[in-house]
């Protein structure tokens, strides 16, 4: 009998998902991509990274969103950047049209040089956000390399150098090419290599018109990480995207570097959003999609996210292990109604401020 593939896997979890959601079928935009990406055997491990990372988001708990990292035996950087970066390609000439792709095809042209492809380690990986109607957007994300602060257009470059000046211990990690229905952007991960006190984060969002949501992101980030209101060295990273609105700031934690991480981390996150009620609906309708049939829960939290605009208060996304891919170092978690999920490691990914959410009469870079 043939192995099943991991390929298999994500289309069993993804069609499933999307039927419990009411979104659309992603696989008719990405499963020949999952094909080609994820054609190992289930189980097998080849990079640190996660086949298939599911995230949500309570801005828009209604979508189906993931990333992708290509894998397998033999899979080079080399490989995965041009896998993503040709998935990327096709969903935008398909679904957003020929100037989107115009525009996409100007921000990935140097990633495809060999000086940027010789440099890299793990090379990019693959995303995209569903609804009822189809594809939100899509994103492709690279790993930093050579020549790509020079890449970047003029006000993300200004606000990368603002970062870089006001915060110590930042070091470039991924650029991110985000493409949607009515608009696309650009934007760039940092990690935070020393420790981070949450109070450190006020001169640079007071440079970045952010100050006055400064006190919000602090106190959800830490109460739902159980009052920790300072983070380890090498357990977090900052993302800034410039948005119509202002520049949108994300602060990612990867639990599974974190030395205690909360054990009731879903119980306080359910709390922080106490006066959202329809954000707990959904993480909890998100939850329970997310969850195969005959297993206990969905999986296990892997990346937790606060991020704030100059017009959105603290809001709060999360990124998932799934349990249908196995998971050798801890149980999976119970669903929403018997007990919260517990935390383990995944890799920073992409932006969840949906484009979609801002309304456009046509498409247009921003």
Not at 69 to 83: E, K, L
Request: charged share 20%; net charge neutral.
């Amino acid at each position: 009998m043939r192995p099943i593939t991991a390929a298999a896997k994500a289309r069993e979890l993804l069609y499933h998902a999307s039927r419990n959601l009411g979104s659309a079928n992603p696989l008719e935009d990405v499963g020949d991509v999952l094909d080609q990406s994820l054609a190992f055997p289930l189980g097998e491990r080849y990079h640190s990274g996660d086949p298939l990372a599911p995230s949500f988001s309570e801005t828009t708990p209604e979508n189906l969103s993931f990333t992708i990292g290509a894998d397998g035996r033999n899979v080079t950087p080399t490989d995965r950047i041009a896998s993503a970066t040709e998935a990327m390609s096709g969903i935008v000439r398909n679904r957003f049209g020929t100037q989107a792709l115009r525009w996409l095809e100007d921000k990935v042209d140097g990633m495809k040089s060999g000086g940027y492809q010789r440099g890299a380690s793990y090379g990019a990986q693959f995303g995209s956000s569903f609804d009822r109607n189809g594809v939100t957007e899509s994103f492709v994300q690279y790993e930093w390399g050579p020549m790509l602060m020079d890449s970047l257009p003029a006000p993300l470059f200004r606000i990368a150098r603002i970062a870089l000046e006001t915060l110590p211990g930042l070091r470039p990690s991924l650029s991110t090419v985000r493409c949607g229905r009515s608009s696309g952007s650009q934007q760039i991960t940092f990690e935070i290599e020393r420790a981070l006190p949450l109070a450190n984060l006020q001169p640079l969002m007071d440079r970045l018109g952010l100050g006055h949501r400064h006190g919000g992101l602090m106190s959800a980030a830490a109460f739902i990480l159980g009052a920790r209101f300072t983070l380890p060295p090498d357990t977090a990273a900052l993302t800034l995207r410039p948005a119509r609105a202002g520049v949108e700031l994300r602060l990612d934690v990867n639990l599974d570097a974190l030395p205690d991480p909360p054990a009731q981390l879903m119980a306080l996150m359910r709390l922080q959003m106490t006066e959202r009620p329809k954000s707990i609906q959904g993480l909890d309708r998100w939850l329970m999609a997310l969850t195969p049939d005959g297993y206990p829960g969905p999986g296990t939290v892997s990346v937790l996210s606060v991020w704030v605009r100059p017009d959105l208060p603290a809001r709060v996304a999360l990124y998932l292990r799934p349990a249908a891919f196995g998971n050798p170092v801890q149980t999976p978690a119970q669903p929403p109604a018997q007990r919260p999920m517990q935390s383990v490691a995944h890799s920073v990914s992409s932006g969840f401020a949906d484009d979609s959410e801002m309304a456009s009469s046509a498409w247009a870079p921003y």
